[in-house]
């Protein structure tokens, strides 16, 4: 009876572990960044272009590059690219 009680109690430890597995890599998948590109973005700058307006880009605010800021047509802000 006591082997059944921790052969028991050890399947819902490995099950609890592995439920607690599955949970960690759900959150991470979270923060994938999709390659898509961002119909709302007009122009871009970034620090190695200086004040240049790149237009014609296919970015988003998770593709752009650290420090690159990205523009609406209007002029408004949308992001700054941040490192992952």
Known sequence: MAFCKVGILSLLLLSGIFLL???????NAQ???????DPEVAYMTCPSSGDEKISDVCVNCCTA???CKLFRSDGSL???????
């Open 78 to 84: 949308i992001c700054t690219g941040t490192p992952e």
């Open 65 to 67: 590059a650290v420090g």
């Open 31 to 37: 923060k994938m960044c999709l390659q898509v590109c």
């Open 21 to 27: 597995g599955i949970e960690v890599e759900y959150g």
